[in-house]
Nanobody, 125 residues
Framework: QVYLVESGGGSVQAGGSLRLSCAAP????????MGWFRQAPGTEREGVAV???????LYADSVKGRFTISRDNAKNTLYLQMNNLKAEDSAVYYC???????????????????WGQGTQVTVSS
């Protein structure tokens, strides 16, 4: 069992900011791509931002210029800084990890096999 522990969700007004954190075991953090996904009620889970072990980053078009994914190697922690939040960003956000060593970055949901419990982000307009 792989445990990904998320934190940092909450409620904010449109235009505000939140930062999500995800702590991962060292062997996951150092070798596998990790990312953030989200799912709003009645919709499919979608990729938001991912970073692979080489540091390659991909963003969904809807968040480019507003969200930033980053890593703190000393803490084995993945972050998602979300700025200029919009109502349509409201969703449950999940941290996820691949299980293929050194796999290239992808936003495809089915490439990720380890999932956190999710954290709610609510943006009011």
């Amino acid at each position: 069992q792989v445990y990904l522990v998320e934190s940092g969700g909450g409620s904010v007004q449109a235009g505000g900011s939140l930062r999500l954190s995800c702590a991962a075991p060292d062997y996951i953090y150092s070798s596998y791509q990790m990312g953030w996904f989200r799912q709003a009620p009645g919709t499919e889970r979608e990729g938001v931002a991912v970073i692979d072990s080489a540091g390659t980053i991909l963003y969904a078009d809807s968040v480019k210029g507003r969200f930033t994914i980053s890593r703190d190697n000393a803490k084995n922690t993945l972050y998602l800084q979300m700025n200029n939040l919009k109502a349509e960003d409201s969703a449950v956000y999940y941290c996820a990890a691949d299980d293929r060593i050194y796999a290239a970055a992808t936003l495809a949901v089915d490439a990720f096999v380890y999932w956190g419990q999710g954290t709610q982000v609510t943006v009011s307009s």
